[in-house]
């Protein structure tokens, strides 16, 4: 193992004893990751989340300069009830070369590399900066990003591009789908189960709204936007839970269920919505039309944009050239590449160690060598940030 990977293992260690739980503040993390980063000689700022108790982290090396680039992380890791683990998935244990907790694929491996990759460049002479940006949420649906990325545009700030440490195998990404989530509620006309005419069953309506959404998918699969790079070519629409009724013997009045939409770009939500609306009246018009109370609400409760560079980009080939050019499909789950993008304007790629097959599951792990070969890669990011000017592309 060499230094630099030293460093990083080392890090990650200390990381991942952050049990940073979305439903738990990250701020020991963050001010551990502001404290090693300000000893460095970084410029750190950390600032208010979007929820109370969490906080976001942006630190830049080098000069005060407009063509950097931005490393972009999140603080906060899904839950592990209900797992089974064979160790603490708080305390980094090594086996056979694999690095297993909490977090370690997703995504503080890459985080690791990244506060590594930072102090070493704080020493190294940088012609243009390098930032490290650090959120938190993003596992509840890119949330805790979006105040930061304001103050950042607010301020009108800008670099040459965004690397979002998502696990790739360290393939380059650049695409991935946007989410749309969100509940459908029905409301329906409560009455003793004996006379089910003298009511409306809401349960009813919502098995009608999930055949609805059923048909959206069929329509969108074979008639919507279709990417033959994603695994899964077009969007998706899924119903993930469902609930309603109080007893056997009442007609119920409510049911409601979660719904999300994985969104390539030319599937727009809006018309999408529209038309989950307009099923919505549709099945409550032979209600209505005996006189019984009935109603479908479709509503969002959040959504972020997806990614799609555009070939030939600078960005993305330079990125490419770091990754010894080893490239991935479009990803078919979320990240906070798209609002880098829509935001701030940046050119992004999505690039990290570990896979994601990993994730949110027990025994999450990234290898040692997946480290070392990350730490090379931001090598030839800080690299390209010390040369006399930017390559010819």
Known sequence: MNEASAD????LRELVGFATISRESNRA???RVAERLADAGARVRV??????????????????????????????????????????????????????ARGAADMKGFLACALAAMVRAAHGGLRRPLHLALSHDEEIGCVGVRPMLATLAAEGFRAAGCVVGEPTGLAVATGHKGKVSGRILCLGEAGHSADPARGCN????????????????????????????????HSTVHVGTISGGTALNVIPDRCEMAFEMRLLPGDEAAALLALLRAAGERQVAPARARGRSASIEVAVENAYPGLAMPEGDDFVTRA?????????????????AGLFREVLG???????????ERAHRADEYVTCSELAACDKFLSRVVASLSETRHPSL
Request: proline share 6%; net charge negative.
């Open 320 to 336: 490419l050239g770091w990754a010894g050019g080893h490239r991935i499909g479009g990803l078919g789950f979320g990240a906070e």
């Open 202 to 233: 809401a349960i009813n309506l919502a098995a009608a709204m999930v055949r609805e959404t059923e048909a959206l998918q069929a329509r969108l699969a074979a008639e919507g936007a279709r990417d033959e790079s994603y695994a899964v070519p």
């Open 47 to 100: 600032r208010p989340g979007a929820v109370p108790g969490k906080s976001n982290l942006f630190a830049s090396v080098g000069p005060e300069a407009e063509d950097g680039i931005v490393l972009s992380a999140h603080s906060d890791v899904v839950p592990v009830d209900g797992q089974s683990w064979s160790s603490d998935p708080f305390v980094l244990t090594e086996r056979d070369e694999k690095l297993l």
């Open 8 to 11: 990083s293992v080392a890090l």
């Open 29 to 31: 993390l963050i001010d």
């Open 346 to 356: 940046l050119a992004c790629v999505v690039c990290g160690p570990g896979e994601i």
